[in-house]
């Protein structure tokens, strides 16, 4: 929960059930640890003066680096100064920034983080629909992508393409400028040959016949 905030009781019970909620959501890609209510047991930023998001997200390898952190609002809560002390200080961490606003707040959050210049990675907007809480994404940038690149390191080249030999893609030609004739054609060709040369054969035996008579 923000310093600067209390909310009343039944706000705050329905934030702390969409934080568990998320926290069961982005476990399938990170290592989550949430600051429910008035708990701070995953501090982020400066040792001096950390922050407390709702969600801190780490990579889940050892070194446990900072991913992102996830800023969940309620309907009391966007306004213009938890804007400042909080989505603006999140923002400026070298991790993506995931902000959840209730559906009927959306308008006001972008205008918000419009004139505060503050950088989120995704917009959410949740609802009650019945007994399910639904998730809908309204925004998305590429600074998710750039704060993890630029802490990763630079991208890793693409595979290099192969691509076949000039002799390869075109068919040998003679010295006469000629195209060979292909694999297949070339029993049908002499085939064709040895029929001319027994019709050959056929004309001139007669002759020679008649040359022995003689």
């Known amino acids: 929960m923000s310093p600067i905030l209390v909310r009343p009781v039944r706000e705050q019970l329905e934030h702390d059930r969409v934080v ?83 559906i009927g707040s959306i308008d006001t959050a972008r205008r918000l983080c419009s004139d505060l210049h503050v950088s989120v990675a995704e917009l959410w907007t949740y609802q009650m629909v019945g007994d399910q809480m639904r998730f809908n994404i309204v925004q998305r940038s590429g600074s998710a992508d750039a704060k993890r690149a630029s802490s990763d390191g630079p991208p890793a080249r693409g595979r290099a393409v192969t691509r076949p030999a000039a002799s390869a893609r075109r068919p040998a030609t003679s010295t006469a400028g000629r195209r060979t004739l292909p694999e297949k054609a070339r029993p049908a060709a002499s085939a064709a040959s040895r029929a001319r040369a027994t019709k050959k054969t056929k004309k001139t035996a007669p002759a020679s016949r008649a040359q022995k008579r003689k």
């Open 20 to 102: 568990r909620l998320l926290q069961a959501r982005y476990k399938r890609k990170f290592e989550v640890a949430i600051n429910p209510g008035n708990e701070h047991t995953a501090p982020v930023g400066p040792g001096s003066s950390p922050w407390y998001p709702d969600l801190v997200l780490q990579a889940p390898d050892r070194g446990r680096k900072l991913l992102g952190v996830v800023e969940v609002e309620t309907a009391e809560s966007v306004n213009n100064l938890e804007a400042m002390s909080q989505w603006a200080a999140f923002s400026r961490l070298r991790a993506a920034l995931h902000l959840y606003v209730p």
